[in-house]
């Protein structure tokens, strides 16, 4: 729940009697999703702001669980976006709703389960006074460990109260759980295949009898909630499995995906990405093309999946590589440092391409890869980062004449770009390019680019034309990169496409 908690507005009813008397009716936590769901599909509303890539495939079916009434479990390879999409069901109960004061199980004034609150309300009556509970306090959530106990989720007993003189028998010596304490709310179990299976059993009778037994103790408290849990595939059969019972209880299991198509890979980039330097939108396409085809890859483990979180990081990464070259030209006073007063972004603070590189060392921890090919992941990432940045090449400027560029090196010159050359300086470098313009454009980058989007530009046609051999490229010791005609004799320091 991401929602900011607000006081209750002055206007609502204070006590059991004024509820009454403003015609309030009780409704299950089922019923309010219900209502709600169907409230904002009439209406036209964003059902799950936030939710990127599951509009016609995984969100159609959680509908129907919630129309249905029926707790779920979701599928899916880490970084699916399972825990987000659960998170976001919060938004569709009722924003405040009535409680009684201090009831650990937040009960409903005109829906009273523990002894103690059913006595209340009979003996005070419609001079009770209520409190209201924000729809943000109402969703619980626990990741699964093994050491996760059934005190932990469900409940024991209190020592501290039994040493006050209460008895064994008293409900009040009862410390409640943490599913009981999200009482007519959402509950969501993470990772559900890591709890004991001995704990799991003691799901049991939430899902289906929607009731909770605490030890020895007689008390059947019935509890009204949504019960969703989110899982790998891999973990019925290898860390730990879902018993069968408990997986007979859900009413629903819905299978997550990554994004099927790559728009929506760029989408979930751009949406999610802390991004402290602009990236471009075809550098962006590239990280987009790159995470795809490391999850295609058969030297990759599928089974664990690749997290969309690759991707942004990626993002992030790149965009850090852009400021750091901002920061450090500065440093060295060059040309185009940050004069006083100015915006703390130099020019060159915009991602190009070749800042894409860092990204094999930095984020193969996030990859687990085939176990015969160990010692050859940053190679194997590398590859792969060439085939996106050829794929998109080919994709953003295919058609394009793009002679003027290979005609910067044909008399034997070379064009010096790399992470510490600065925009002016590459500029310099090209001068005015027949077609650089059209180029642009393709890229989106518009009529007026900045002198760090111009490099960028300039910067991704160089290497698509290496990676397509029609210009050789050479990596020096100090990180330059120079880009040189196919007759120079220039070799791949970074490998071809």
Do not use: C
Not at 125 to 151: C, F, Q
Not at 192 to 203: N, S
Not at 332 to 355: F, I, K, Q, T, Y
Not at 480 to 487: H, Q, V
């Amino acid at each position: 729940m991401t929602e900011t908690f607000h006081a209750p507005p002055a206007d609502l009813p204070a006590t059991l009697g004024e509820l009454r008397a403003a015609g309030h009716r009780y409704k299950t936590v089922k019923q309010e999703l219900r209502d709600n769901l169907l409230a904002r599909m009439r209406s036209g509303a964003d059902r799950f702001p936030g939710i990127v890539g599951y509009e016609d495939t995984v969100l159609p079916e959680v509908e129907r669980a919630l129309l249905a009434g029926h707790d779920m479990v979701l599928l899916g390879e880490r970084g699916q976006g399972k825990t987000r999409l659960i998170r976001s069901l919060g938004q569709l109960l009722d924003e405040w709703t009535p409680v009684l004061p201090e009831s650990p199980l937040n009960e409903h004034p005109l829906h009273p389960v523990t002894p103690a609150a059913i006595a209340a309300v009979a003996e005070v009556g419609d001079d009770l006074p209520i409190s209201w509970l924000h729809r943000s306090m109402r969703y619980g959530e626990k990741l699964a460990t093994p050491d996760t106990s059934v005190g932990d989720l469900i409940g024991d007993v209190d020592p501290i109260r039994i040493a006050q003189g209460r008895t064994l028998g008293d409900p009040d010596t009862i410390h409640f759980g943490l599913v009981p304490r999200t009482n007519r709310g959402i509950f969501a179990v993470n990772e559900l295949p890591d709890l004991a299976e001995r704990i799991q059993v003691a799901l049991l009778n939430v899902l289906e009898e929607r009731d909770i037994q605490v030890r020895g103790y007689q008390l059947r408290l019935p509890l009204d909630m949504l019960l969703v849990a989110s899982a790998n595939p891999e973990d019925y059969t290898n860390r730990g499995r879902i018993i069968s019972p408990l997986k007979d209880r859900f009413g629903a299991e819905i299978r997550t995906h990554y994004p099927l198509d790559l728009g929506l890979e760029i989408e979930l980039i751009r949406q999610e990405a802390d991004l402290v330097a602009p990236v471009p939108e075809h550098v962006l396409e590239v990280l987009a093309r790159f995470a795809r085809a490391v999850r295609e890859s058969p030297s990759v483990d599928a089974r664990s999946g690749v997290s969309a979180r690759f991707a942004i990081a990626a993002a992030e990464t790149v965009a850090a590589a852009a400021l750091r070259r901002s920061g450090l030209l500065a440093a060295n006073g060059g040309a185009e440092a940050d004069a006083p007063g100015e915006s703390v972004l130099s020019p060159d603070a915009v991602a190009r391409v070749g800042d894409a590189v860092s990204v094999t060392s930095t984020l193969r921890g996030k990859v687990e890869f085939e176990a015969n090919e160990e010692g050859r992941e940053i190679e194997i990432l590398a590859h792969l980062l060439r085939t996106a940045t050829a794929e998109t090449f080919r994709a953003r400027l295919a058609g394009l004449d793009l002679s003027g560029f290979t005609a910067l090196v044909s008399e034997g010159e070379v064009v010096e770009t790399g992470e510490l050359v600065g925009s002016a300086e590459l500029l310099r470098q090209v001068g005015t390019v027949p077609g650089l313009a059209k180029v642009l454009d393709r890229l989106g980058l518009g009529d007026a680019p900045t002198p760090g989007e111009a490099a960028a530009g300039i910067e991704f046609v160089l290497e698509g034309l290496h990676l397509t051999r029609r210009l050789a490229k050479d990596v020096t010791d100090d990180g330059r990169t120079r880009y040189g005609g196919r007759d120079a004799g220039g070799r791949s320091g970074g490998g071809r496409g």
